[in-house]
Antibody, heavy 129, light 114 residues
Framework: QVQLQQSGPGLVKPSQTLSLTCAIS??????????WNWIRQSPSRGLEWLGRTYYRSKWYNDYEPSVESRITINPDTSKNQFSLQLHSVRPDDTAVYYC???????????????????WGQGRMVTVSS | DIVMTQSPDSLAVSLGERATINCKSS????????????LAWYQQKPGQPPNLLIY???TRESGVPDRFSGSGSGTDFTLTISSLQAEDVAVYYCQQYYSTPMYPFGQGTKLEIK
């Protein structure tokens, strides 16, 4: 049974860096059939996909353009986890942050994504001085 | 930017009746190489993360009751609950995962009991 366990501070000061970690059990961050994603949710923005990391013979990252200049997502193979860093945070970065697995399956030799099937429990992060 | 628009924003349906939620993408999410629509539906209950119900627009995730079904292709999609149960009260979201690096969600549809 795959589970994702999130950790990190719930309060960050403006202009500082928000850091969260998502520990994976039951799967591998190096899996060739998964992507590892960060999503946030706030009343003003709704659900917002932020970015992902994944391994396909080498490591790749994709980031949502609106946060691309401030975000870093890194895998940690030694601890089987991945992390989110959001730099220079502002009050409107206040949200519940989720990590999630993007599952995929091979269809006729093509790695075909199936949506986000496993989610972390969520972490409320408030940006305030 | 790709925009996902759901309708209605809220819906009240009697127990045992059909509930229908629509989702429209500003661009097609049909991947021609495998004829799959990269569109998912999620259910979110208060205090919980979203839960995957449907992927490829119409494939039910394992363990999801068969009263939930998805349909549509290209840019227009529908989630149907054939016979509403009390435990189906939730907010429902569609999401496209076709266009890297943007995987937008719809704004959500709140489903209540009439």
């Amino acid at each position: 049974q795959v589970q994702l366990q999130q950790s990190g501070p719930g309060l960050v000061k403006p202009s500082q860096t928000l850091s969260l970690t998502c520990a994976i059990s039951g799967d591998s961050v190096s899996s060739n059939s998964a992507t590892w994603n960060w999503i946030r949710q706030s009343p003003s923005r709704g659900l917002e996909w932020l970015g992902r990391t994944y391994y396909r013979s080498k490591w790749y990252n994709d980031y949502e353009p609106s946060v691309e200049s401030r975000i870093t997502i890194n895998p940690d193979t030694s601890k089987n986890q991945f992390s989110l860093q959001l730099h220079s945070v502002r009050p409107d970065d206040t949200a519940v942050y989720y990590c999630a697995r993007g599952r995929s399956t091979m269809i006729r030799g093509l790695n075909t994504p199936c949506g986000f099937d496993i989610w972390g429990q969520g972490r409320m992060v408030t940006v305030s001085s | 930017d790709i925009v996902m628009t759901q309708s209605p924003d809220s819906l009240a349906v009697s127990l045992g009746e059909r509930a229908t939620i629509n989702c429209k993408s500003s661009q097609s999410v049909l991947y021609s190489s495998n004829n799959k629509n990269y569109l998912a539906w999620y259910q979110q209950k208060p205090g919980q993360p979203p839960n995957l119900l449907i992927y490829w627009a119409s494939t039910r995730e394992s363990g999801v009751p068969d009263r939930f079904s998805g349909s549509g292709s290209g840019t227009d999609f529908t989630l149907t609950i054939s016979s509403l149960q009390a435990e189906d009260v939730a907010v429902y979201y569609c999401q496209q995962y076709y266009s890297t690096p943007m995987y937008p969600f719809g704004q959500g549809t709140k489903l209540e009991i009439k």
